[in-house]
C-alpha cells in the first residue's frame, strides 16, 4: 500500500493488491492517512512541535536539565512542578459532588452512590449510553478499577494513585539518558499525532503526561511493548477523566493534584484495558490475525455478496480491518462517538475483543451497497477513510444495535454457519 494520502477519489493513493511474495504484516504496511479528527474540544492549546531534547524531572532536588539545541522550543517538565499529593474525593465522589435532575442521572447518581454498587444493574443501563457527568466513576467502576464497596473505596484509590506516581519518580528521577531511548523516542514521535484536530490533546502539559503513561505501561508490560495504537486507546480515558476538572478551568490552569488524579487513573484503566486485549500486541500480533479471520467468516455469512465482490477484486481484510482492530475504529470515528462506543463496550462481557468484531462487521456492512459499484482502490480508500464526520450519537447507536443483533444471530452457531456455506 502507498504512503500517500488523498482526501477524495481525484487525489487517491495508489493500492497494490496482495501477491504471495507481498503479505502485510505489520502495522507499518496497512496504516495510511491521520488519525479522524474529533469533532469536540473543550480546551484550546497552540500545538506544540515534538521535540527529544531532555526534560526537567520532578524530585526533591530535581537533576539539571540538558540544554535542548537553539533551534528547538523547550519542552515542559516531564513531571509536574507542584505538590505530588491526591485530591483523594476529585474523582471518588464526583457523582456524589454533582446534583442531577435528568431521570437518567439520576437513575446512575443513585447507582453509582450506593453503599456496593450492582455492577450487573451498571451494565444494563451503561449499554444504553452514560450520561457525561456520571461516566467518569462508572468507566472506572467498570473497568474494575474502583472498588464497588464504597467504604473500601477511598483507601483503594489513594493507594494506587500512590503507586503510580512512585513509579513515575522511580523511572525518570535520572532523566531522559537512564530510560530506553528507542522506546521513549517512538512514543515522543506518536503523542503528537494522538487526535491531532483536538487542542487539547496538543496541550504541551498533556502531551509531557500521556508520553509517561505509555513509558510506564510499556516497560512494566516487556511481551507487549509500547506498539503504534496504544496511544490512541488511552485517549478516551484521559479525555472522560479530564472533563470534570475543566468545567470551570483550563487545561493551564488546573493544579497539579488533579493532573496527577487524572494520570494516573488513565494509567490503571488502560492497564486494566489492555490486559483483556494483550495478544493484540504481542510479536506478529496474534489475536488481530485470529479476529480478521473471524470478521471475514461473520461478513461472508451475513452479506455472501459483498465478500464476492470484495474477493473478486482482491481486498484483503488486512488491508482495512487491521486498523480497525487495532485501534478500536478510534480513526475512523469522532472521539465523541469512540466514547459513546465504550459505554457499551464495557457493558458487554469481551466487549473490547469479541464485540468489537460484530461492530466491525456493521461497520463494513453499511457501506456495502457502495463497495459493490467500486474497485479495487476506491474500496481500499473509501474503508481507510469512511465518510463519517456528520454522524451523530444516534448514528453511534444504530452501529451498536446492528452489532448486537448480528452477535445474537451468529455468536457460537457453527451450524447456522455450516448450513449457509452449503447453498
Known amino acids: 500500500m502507498s504512503s500517500n494520502t488523498g482526501t477524495a477519489y481525484g487525489t487517491a493513493p495508489t493500492f497494490w493488491k496482495r501477491t504471495p511474495t507481498f503479505v502485510p504484516s505489520t502495522i507499518g504496511i496497512v496504516y495510511s492517512g491521520e488519525s479522524s479528527s474529533p469533532s469536540e474540544t473543550i480546551a484550546k492549546a ?8 531532555p ?29 505530588s499529593s491526591f485530591d483523594e474525593t476529585s474523582s471518588i465522589e464526583h457523582a456524589k459532588d454533582m446534583a442531577p435532575t435528568d431521570p437518567l442521572e439520576l437513575k446512575f447518581h443513585a447507582l453509582l452512590t ?7 444493574e451498571l451494565r444494563k443501563q451503561s449499554w444504553k449510553g452514560i450520561p457525561s457527568s456520571q461516566r467518569s466513576t462508572a ?27 512512585d513509579w513515575v519518580r522511580q523511572t525518570f528521577s535520572r532523566g531522559e539518558d537512564a530510560l530506553d531511548r528507542t522506546l521513549w523516542h517512538q ?16 496541550s504541551p502539559r498533556i502531551q509531557r503526561s500521556l508520553e509517561r503513561v505509555l513509558y510506564c505501561w510499556a516497560v512494566r508490560h516487556p511481551a507487549s511493548g509500547y506498539v503504534q495504537g496504544i496511544n490512541d486507546l488511552l485517549t478516551p480515558f484521559y479525555f472522560v477523566f479530564l472533563s470534570p476538572h475543566l468545567a470551570q478551568q483550563q487545561v493551564d490552569s488546573l493544579d497539579d493534584s488533579a493532573m496527577d488524579t487524572v494520570e494516573a487513573d488513565s494509567f490503571w484503566c488502560l492497564t486494566k484495558l489492555l490486559d483483556g486485549i494483550q495478544d493484540n500486541y504481542t510479536h506478529a500480533q496474534p489475536g488481530i490475525q485470529r479476529q480478521l479471520i473471524k470478521m471475514k ?14 474477493d473478486s477484486e ?11 482492530i487495532n485501534c478500536l475504529l478510534m480513526r475512523e470515528v469522532s472521539l465523541a462517538s469512540t466514547i459513546r462506543m ?82
Not at 467468516?297 to 470484495?310: K, N
Not at 481486498?315 to 487491521?322: N, R
Not at 477513510?385 to 444471530?409: F, G, I, N, Q
Open 114 to 120: 450506593s453503599a456496593n454498587v450492582d455492577i450487573e
Open 55 to 83: 526534560l526537567a524531572m520532578r524530585s526533591e532536588e530535581p537533576p539539571k536539565p540538558i540544554p535542548p539545541s537553539t533551534d528547538e522550543v523547550p519542552p515542559e517538565p516531564l513531571t509536574s512542578t507542584g505538590s
Open 297 to 310: 467468516d461473520l461478513v461472508s455469512r451475513i452479506d455472501a455478496p459483498l465478500a464476492a465482490h470484495l
Open 139 to 165: 468507566w472506572c467502576l467498570l473497568m474494575g478499577y474502583f472498588p464497588l464497596n464504597a467504604s473500601r473505596r477511598s483507601q483503594t484509590i489513594s493507594r494506587k494513585r500512590r503507586e503510580y506516581m
Open 342 to 423: 465504550w459505554d457499551t463496550y464495557l457493558a458487554e462481557p469481551d466487549g473490547f475483543s469479541t464485540f468489537h468484531i460484530y461492530v466491525c462487521a456493521a461497520f463494513l456492512l453499511k457501506w456495502s451497497k457502495q463497495i459493490q459499484q467500486l474497485d479495487f482502490q476506491k474500496t481500499l480508500l473509501l474503508l481507510q477513510r469512511p465518510p463519517t464526520e456528520p454522524w451523530t450519537a444516534k448514528d453511534v447507536e444504530l452501529l451498536l444495535s446492528e452489532a448486537y443483533m448480528y452477535k445474537c444471530l451468529y455468536h457460537n452457531s457453527p451450524n447456522h454457519y455450516s448450513a449457509t456455506q452449503k447453498r
Open 187 to 202: 512514543i515522543r514521535i506518536d503523542v503528537p499525532r494522538t487526535t491531532p484536530g483536538s487542542p487539547l490533546f496538543q
Open 46 to 53: 497552540p500545538p506544540a512541535e515534538p521535540t527529544l531534547a
Open 314 to 324: 482482491g481486498v484483503e481484510f488486512i488491508q482495512f480491518a487491521f486498523r480497525w
